[in-house]
Each structure stands twice: as structure tokens, then as C-alpha cells.
């Protein structure tokens, strides 16, 4: 079975800031998606970006970067500039299963705190 | 418009009663999901259901009956609630075969007295 570990229960930055949040990874399998998900107080689950394994480039989008080790099994989110608004729940999550069988594994979730 | 919406957002009931969730996308995807948050966050699978069909069941106990009237909604009934039922359940879905994400409704937190 997968299992998806984040080391860092609470992490901290100072608005502007760069910050980094680990996640590592366990499987078999050699494709696969990874995502990085935001609950901010709302409870929402929001999606921030995904990866697909095959793809060795390392997925953008906007102010949110991955560095994605296929090889180490690691799957880190960088945030750059941050914003009062990403304090927030995020949580790595690894998408398994066959057709009609996908299910997300969750790691524990690291919980940022933005310093204004 | 809300892609996938959850009622009652907020419940709150005695030990030993009986409650329902329901939940509904208009994303024309055909699988969906309940997963449940516990109080420290972890977030774990409890069913998902393909087309109408139950295709993960993840040890939940007896007490809780999911049922998929089409693939467009996906309701949640529990009997017989615990204190340790207290929980915020999310309904989400997915489309088959394309492996991308899951979209979540906003949760409903459900407290047992």
C-alpha cells in the first residue's frame, strides 16, 4: 500500500518569504499523480498543483513550485512571496488505483503560519 | 455553481441516533468518494463508488451505509452514532481513467454529544 509521509507538522514564514514543505512518498508503481492540497480555516480542500510521475519537468503554477525526485520518492512545494492568504492546512497526496479505482492517500498535513 | 455540494453542512446529535449526509456533483464525473477528517486532520478514504457501483470500502464499521442512487450523488447514513463518530466528512468525485484530481465539497462536521 502507498503511504504518504510529512515530516513537518507546523512550519512558519515571514510574509514575503520563500518556504519549502516536504513530502516523501512510498510505491511500487512508476506512474502515478502527486498533488499538494490547501484547507485554509474555511475547511475547504483546494487543489494547489499536481505532478504526473512521468513528467520529468517540475509542475508550476504561479507563486507555488514542486521539486519532484522521482527517484528519491520526494515531493516538496515551494512557495514563493508568500501572502497572509496561504496560511493554511497543506497536505501531499498520492493518487493510486486503476481504472474506476483511484482513491487519494493523504499524508498528515503540515500547517503554515504566516508571519505578517 | 457549486461543483460538489454537501448537506447539512453542520449536525450535531446525541449518541445512539441515526444521521444522514447527502452529497452532489454537477461535474458529470462518475466517481465519487466519503472521506473523513478526524480531529488531529488526517484525512482517510472510507468509500468511493463508481457508476452507481461500491468499489472501496476501507474497514468502515457496519453502522455506516453509503448508497449511490446515480452517479451523481452519493449520500452517507450512519446508525447507532459514537462519540468517536465526531468527525468532518468530505464527499468528493473524480472522473475514471483520466488520474487527475478529486474536487471536494466544503466537508460536513458532524459532532456526537
Known amino acids: 500500500a502507498q503511504t504518504v509521509t510529512q515530516s513537518q507538522p507546523e512550519m512558519s514564514v515571514q510574509e514575503a518569504e520563500t518556504v519549502t514543505l516536504s513530502c516523501t512518498y512510498d510505491t511500487s508503481e512508476s506512474d502515478y499523480y502527486l498533488f499538494w492540497y490547501k484547507q485554509p480555516p474555511s475547511r475547504q480542500m483546494i487543489l494547489v498543483i499536481r505532478q504526473e510521475a512521468y513528467k520529468q519537468q517540475n509542475a508550476t503554477e504561479n507563486r507555488f513550485s514542486v521539486n519532484f525526485q522521482k527517484a528519491a520518492k520526494s515531493f516538496s512545494l515551494k512557495i514563493s512571496d508568500s501572502q497572509l492568504g496561504d496560511a493554511a492546512m497543506y497536505f501531499c497526496a498520492y493518487r493510486s488505483g486503476g481504472f474506476g479505482n483511484e482513491k487519494l492517500t493523504f499524508g498528515t498535513g503540515t500547517r503554515l503560519t504566516i508571519i505578517p | 455553481d457549486t461543483a460538489v455540494s454537501q448537506t447539512p453542512k453542520y449536525l450535531v446529535t446525541q449518541m445512539g441516533n441515526d444521521k444522514s449526509i447527502k452529497c452532489e456533483q454537477n461535474?458529470?464525473?462518475?466517481?465519487m468518494y466519503w472521506y473523513k477528517q478526524d480531529s488531529k486532520k488526517f484525512l482517510k478514504i472510507m468509500f468511493s463508488?463508481?457508476?452507481?457501483?461500491?468499489?472501496i470500502n476501507e474497514t468502515v464499521p457496519n453502522r455506516f451505509s453509503p448508497k449511490s442512487p446515480d452517479k451523481a450523488h452519493l449520500n452517507l447514513h450512519i446508525n447507532s452514532l459514537e462519540l468517536g463518530d465526531s468527525a468532518v466528512y468530505f464527499c468528493?468525485?473524480?472522473?475514471?481513467?483520466?488520474?487527475?484530481?478529486?474536487?471536494f465539497g466544503e466537508g460536513s462536521r458532524l459532532t456526537v454529544l
Open positions: 461535474l458529470g464525473h462518475d466517481t
Open positions: 468528493a468525485s473524480s472522473q475514471s481513467g483520466r488520474r487527475g484530481e478529486l474536487f
Open positions: 463508488y463508481n457508476n452507481k457501483e461500491l468499489i
